[in-house]
T-cell receptor
Framework: GAGVSQSPSNKVTEKGKDVELRCDPI?????LYWYRQSLGQGLEFLIY????????KSGLPSDRFSAERTGGSVSTLTIQRTQQEDSAVYLC??????????????FGDGTRLSIL | DQQVKQNSPSLSVQEGRISILNCDYT??????FLWYKKYPAEGPTFLIS?????DKNEDGRFTVFLNKSAKHLSLHIVPSQPGDSAVYFC?????????????FGQGTELSVKP
């Protein structure tokens, strides 16, 4: 499909394990964003990529969280030593920021992460 | 400090009538506002947006109104249809927010009854 693709759709893991979440943005979109939605909460910004660079990492909650983007395309969000409070839906979005920053972001269906 | 607020967690409307969803913001530096619709187990779907230089934007059954002096925006859906039942999020961004990260409200769950 032509939309944002995220994998896995669901992930259940034990506390203390590392997890890696993947996002494949819309082809040609230079901007990529990670958000998360905890139960009953709104969406919370985590990190923004422009190409392979991350000018804004201000939303990452701790140094256990990291992300990278390669080839200006696929991005991975890694959570080390997972904690129960990391349980949430992790959403990826992309936009075509070449014209201006005021472009809508298009979201994938998210990865539902459950930490036991 | 919640910069974008949707004070109504839920709204119920009869099919064919108007649905009005409201959103307030506190940061006067926001210059771009969006509405998203979300079904369970799916990602948010972009509906409509408005730049701060406008006070109204219309797309089919959806119209967004922006009142900058009141720091308030609203989404009107006319006529409402049962398929519109979903959670609606308003979001805002500003030029000062490098890269245009979105700040979301908590969402309003709309139920359109046949």
């Amino acid at each position: 499909g032509a939309g944002v693709s995220q994998s896995p759709s669901n992930k259940v893991t034990e506390k203390g394990k590392d997890v890696e979440l993947r996002c494949d943005p819309i082809s040609g979109h230079t901007a990529l964003y990670w958000y998360r939605q905890s139960l009953g909460q709104g969406l919370e910004f985590l990190i923004y990529f422009q190409g392979n660079s991350a000018p804004d990492k201000s939303g990452l909650p701790s140094d256990r969280f990291s992300a990278e983007r390669t080839g200006g395309s696929v991005s991975t969000l890694t959570i080390q030593r997972t904690q129960q409070e990391d349980s949430a839906v992790y959403l990826c979005a992309s936009s075509d920021s070449t014209a201006s920053f005021n472009q809508p972001q298009h979201f994938g269906d998210g990865t539902r992460l459950s930490i036991l | 400090d919640q910069q974008v607020k949707q004070n109504s967690p839920s709204l119920s409307v009869q099919e064919g009538r108007i649905s009005i969803l409201n959103c307030d913001y506190t940061n006067s530096m926001f210059d771009y506002f969006l509405w998203y619709k979300k079904y369970p187990a799916e990602g948010p779907t972009f509906l409509i947006s408005i730049s701060s230089i406008k006070d109204k934007n219309e797309d089919g059954r959806f119209t967004v109104f922006l009142n900058k002096s009141a720091k308030h925006l609203s989404l009107h859906i006319v006529p409402s249809q049962p398929g519109d039942s979903a959670v609606y999020f308003c979001a805002a961004s500003g030029f000062y927010n490098q890269g245009g990260k979105l700040i979301f409200g908590q969402g309003t769950e709309l139920s359109v009854k046949p």
